[in-house]
């Protein structure tokens, strides 16, 4: 099966395209992740398949409209390192 195959398949079972469900999974973790007020924002971005706290952060303000601290912050009450 092709690559485009394959993405239209997988759009019409899924009802998103394979990227854009990958990344959302993936802040979808790394969001679960940042409720851990321990790991830091490198560890959180190795574990979800980003190549570092500068894409993950960019790429989570994006989805999620406030900074992986932001959200950590709100959801724990707590900065890392704080």
Do not use: I, N, W
Request: proline share 6%; hydrophobic share 45%.
């Amino acid at each position: 099966m092709s690559r485009a195959s394959l993405a239209r398949r997988f759009t019409a079972l899924v009802g998103q395209p394979p990227m854009t469900y990958l990344r959302e999974r993936r802040l979808a973790l790394a969001a679960d992740l940042l409720r851990d007020p321990e790991p830091t924002l490198a560890v959180v971005a190795d574990r979800v398949g980003f190549a570092g706290a500068f894409a993950l952060s960019a790429a989570f303000k994006r989805q999620h409209g406030v900074s992986p601290s932001e959200f950590r912050l709100r959801e724990t009450g707590t900065r890392h390192g704080a």
